[in-house]
């Protein structure tokens, strides 16, 4: 749908976590952890070099590749060893798929490769897990909005190639196309009145759920200006929203849904800085309960001063119309309350850790702003 270019270069660099996977399935079991430490560093410290400097990428594609590619560090560290040789596996896997998502110009390749990330995240959780059958039923429901968003999306292909006079040349069958194509993201992304539980008690399946999650975001980001695509997404997110903010969070990863709606609004009105944000928000709330006081990964994942979702916060309301600004702020606002109330006597003292959160929040938005490559849409 696009032509390429230089992202060719992209897709060779973004296939490490797949090398990493095939090289530690065959590595013996007695050296599989820390090979699987030194792939998982090396990926992490030298991906966000090729998706800056190498040509062809944008802004969007590269803060979201750095974020995901320290995902396989992350599940090691979170105490998955005992696992380490067949999920670590599935796990290179499934984060190659969302890097591959981020960085591939093309519609139809993008949504294949968040379907196999889900098919491979699933059977990671399938095998160790004994509710193998409802792992499989939740994934079909996202499967199933993989077949619909590529249907969409073939719908827009045909009428833009018909040329049927519209100013974006979608062609008659563009409105029908959107429908389709807003649904199935949607349904990639875990929004609307049904969204994917997050109750994991696995970290690294909340860990990959985030970054296949946000390959459909930055896809919907892309794909907001086609027809009746923004409309329903502002919709389920808000609806996501809401369903959030009405349930009473005990843990951190209950928040987890609630910043997928918040940043499929962000995408929808394309401020990517706050996609950017949102998602390394949701990393920190996946991986954070390990090391981190749950209270304070409560406020922070509420929005509370001085977290990066405030400062997203802060650029949806520089980005967004006043009277969405106000309605976002309604509906996240009880959230916040609550958590406030529950957790009162955490306080909100600025730790080191506090600190360090929001200068690598504006950290992102600032790299964002000085990324000289021009954003690619289909």
Not at 175 to 203: I, K, W, Y
Not at 265 to 270: C, D, L, P, V, Y
């Amino acid at each position: 749908m696009i032509n390429a270019g230089p992202a060719s270069l992209l897709f060779a660099v973004t296939l490490w976590p797949w090398l990493a996977a095939f090289l530690l399935y065959l590595t013996p079991a007695s050296r599989q952890i820390s090979t699987a430490m030194t792939f998982a560093v090396a990926g992490g410290v030298l991906t966000p070099f090729a998706v800056w400097l190498l040509p062809g990428n944008d802004p969007l594609a590269a803060g979201c590749s750095c974020l995901v590619s320290f995902v396989p560090l992350l599940v090691l560290r979170a105490g998955d060893d005992h696992y380490v040789g067949k999920g670590m596996v599935f796990s290179f896997a499934v984060v190659g798929c969302a890097l591959q998502a981020l960085n591939i110009r093309d519609v139809f390749a993008v949504t294949a490769l968040c379907g196999t990330g889900l098919v491979l995240s699933a059977w990671r959780a399938a095998s160790r897990a004994q509710r193998a059958s409802f792992v499989w039923d939740m994934t079909r429901s996202r499967l199933a909005g993989v077949v619909v968003a590529a249907l969409g999306a073939a719908w827009l292909a045909l009428g833009r190639q018909a040329g049927v006079g519209t100013e974006t040349g979608l062609g008659g069958g563009s409105v029908l196309g959107g429908v389709f194509l807003a649904a199935g993201l949607g349904m990639m992304a875990g929004l609307g009145p049904s969204p994917v539980p997050e109750e994991h008690e696995d970290t690294a399946e909340n860990l990959l759920e985030v970054a296949l999650r946000f390959a459909a975001i930055v896809l919907i980001w892309r794909l907001n200006t086609a027809p009746l695509v923004r409309e329903i997404i502002l919709a389920a997110g808000f609806v996501t929203l809401l369903m959030m903010s009405s349930r009473r969070q005990k843990t951190p990863i209950g928040l987890l849904s609630g910043l997928v709606g918040l940043a499929a609004i962000a995408a929808a009105f394309g401020t990517g800085n706050a996609v950017v944000l949102l998602c390394f928000s949701a990393l920190l709330l996946a991986a954070g309960p390990r090391w981190i006081n749950n209270e304070y990964l409560l406020l922070l994942g509420a929005g509370a001063p001085p977290s990066p979702v405030f400062v997203a916060f802060l650029a949806l309301g520089l980005a967004l119309p006043l009277s969405w600004s106000v309605a976002l702020f309604v509906v996240w606002l009880p959230a916040l309350l609550r958590i406030r109330k529950d957790y009162h006597r955490a306080g909100l003292a600025m730790s080191r850790f506090d600190i360090g959160v929001l200068a690598m929040g504006l950290a992102s938005a600032l790299l964002l702003q000085w990324h000289p490559e021009p954003v690619w849409r289909p």
